[in-house]
């Protein structure tokens, strides 16, 4: 049999079953984004990354951070979940995907700063909210969301005008309990206490587009300044 060479490989047509609209992105990030990038991406396949700011962020597809902050190749280390959770530190043994992130963020890449982002009308924090029924049986979401039920209930109602205000209540307290739990990481809490590493919270409005940042010290949430859109 005819050992398959790299150029075979190289030439192999997907079939048709890869969805279109990635073969179409794809294409364009050829032509475009990647030609124009092209030594960037050279510089990075041979000395690696080198990023200074961590990024922890729901898995929704409508609250990239990549497009929120306009980052190029390489400037920012993103982990993804479900409600952009950070649970407490726990070596057990356990899968702990997160945690991983976590250190190998700051202790192999030693970024500078770690950014909770939440997002407005967050399905996580929506099921809790709404107590939904599980969508399997493993209930994985289910069994994720735990770490913030009891968080949610904490939240006063009477304190908002409305349901969706609530809902941004939970939200934000949810970036500040897992700003909570971040520094409950060794590793973490001590190189912020050095001065080595800042964490900040944040979350973004999807409808309007604007992002609000946690002052750590008053715990109040502002607006960041930005240019208003065209």
Not at 72 to 78: A, H, I, K, Q, T
Not at 165 to 188: C, D, G, K, M, Q
Not at 200 to 228: K, N, P
């Amino acid at each position: 049999a005819r050992n398959t060479s790299e150029s075979d490989i190289r030439e192999t047509h997907l079939t048709t079953s890869f969805p279109q609209r990635l073969s179409d992105g794809y294409r364009s990030f050829r032509t475009e984004a990647f030609a124009r990038e092209r030594q960037r991406y050279d510089t990075l396949a041979a000395n690696g990354q080198n990023p200074t700011i961590m990024i922890i962020a729901c898995c929704d597809s409508r609250a990239a951070p990549e497009i929120v902050f306009d980052a190029s190749p390489g400037e920012v280390f993103v982990v993804r979940n479900v409600a952009n959770l950070v649970p407490p530190y726990a070596p057990d043994g356990g899968h702990h995907s997160t945690s991983a992130a976590l250190e190998y963020g700051v202790l192999q890449l030693h970024v500078e700063h770690i950014v909770i982002m939440g997002h407005g009308r967050c399905g996580g924090i929506s099921t809790i909210i709404n107590q939904s029924n599980p969508l399997s049986s493993g209930d994985f979401i289910g069994q994720w969301l735990t770490q913030i039920r009891d968080l949610a209930q904490f939240v006063d109602r009477n304190g908002s005008n409305s349901a969706h205000h609530y809902e941004t209540r939970v939200e934000r307290a949810n970036v500040e309990h897992s700003l909570a739990n971040l520094r409950t990481f060794p590793w973490i809490r001590q190189r912020e206490q050095r001065g080595e590493l800042d964490v900040h919270g944040a979350w973004f409005d999807i409808a309007l587009g604007e992002l609000h940042v946690l002052d750590d010290g008053s715990g109040v949430w502002s607006m960041l300044d930005g240019a208003d859109p065209a």
